[in-house]
């Protein structure tokens, strides 16, 4: 079943260290994913996605690993600054079929860049 | 860059009371999205709306839900009698198709039932 509470993993890190964020996905029919960063107050602003026939995807800054085999998801930001402090969320997007772009999220991790 | 506009940014009702939360897409956007984050949880998807009809929702989007685009612009999600836990922040989003490219959220309506 789906793991849902109140208390998100965290992750802090000092500025200008690199960060890896985790997710673990379930539909392995989905066609791409997407990491979003979740300011406080704020809607999920799209930061990279990557779709389900590649394995990584560079960005600015920004570097997304998909491991198909064990349906995992990563998100490294380089030189992590504090304004990136944010909750980061993955998300799915199955393929094709009547899912008309629906996202699944995952539950979300809070970073924290301590100056 | 275009933005999706929610309004309004906070609302608190009664328990029992109708709600409109309203959004103004992205105006060459088609397909549209209502999602709801309750207080420290992941974002849930609650319904997708196309050519005028919805396309998707959820078991949380239930018979107390409806979603409207009354005019060329606007987007409402309607609650008809609020409870407790409808407490959330609700997240309308829009996209030209039904990929990843371009699919906006605005910045949400918080809703406080108490």
């Known amino acids: 079943g789906e793991s849902v509470g109140l208390h998100l993993p965290t992750l802090s890190v000092q500025e200008g260290d690199n960060s890896i964020i985790n997710c673990a996905y379930s539909?392995?029919?989905?066609?791409?994913f997407i990491w979003y960063k979740q300011e406080s107050g704020k809607g999920p602003q799209f930061i990279i996605d990557?779709?389900?026939?590649?394995d990584k995807r560079q960005g600015q800054r920004v570097t997304v690993l998909l491991n198909k085999t064990v349906k995992h998801l990563s998100l490294q930001i380089a030189a992590t600054q504090p304004g990136d402090s944010a909750v980061y969320f993955c998300?799915?997007?199955?393929?094709?079929?009547?899912?008309?772009?629906?996202?699944?999220f995952g539950q979300g991790t809070i970073l924290t860049v301590h100056p | 860059e275009p933005e999706v506009t929610q309004t309004p940014s906070h609302q608190v009702t009664q328990m029992g009371q109708e709600v409109i939360l309203r959004c103004v897409p992205i105006?060459?956007?088609?397909?549209f999205y209502w999602y709801r984050q309750i207080l420290g949880q992941k974002v849930e998807f609650l319904v997708s709306?196309?050519?005028?009809?919805?396309?998707?929702k959820s078991e949380i989007f239930d018979d107390q839900f409806s979603v409207e685009r009354p005019d060329g612009s606007n987007f409402t999600l309607k609650i008809r009698s609020t409870k407790l836990e409808d407490s959330a922040m609700y997240f309308c989003?829009?996209?030209?198709?039904?990929?990843?490219?371009?699919?906006?959220f605005g910045s949400g309506t918080r809703l406080t039932v108490v």
């Open positions: 709306f196309y050519n005028n009809e919805i396309s998707e």
């Open positions: 989003a829009s996209t030209r198709g039904t990929g990843v490219k371009g699919y906006t």
């Open positions: 105006s060459n956007h088609l397909y």
């Open positions: 998300a799915e997007i199955p393929s094709g079929g009547t899912s008309y772009g629906k996202l699944t």
């Open positions: 539909n392995s029919a989905s066609d791409y």
């Open positions: 990557i779709r389900s026939n590649m």
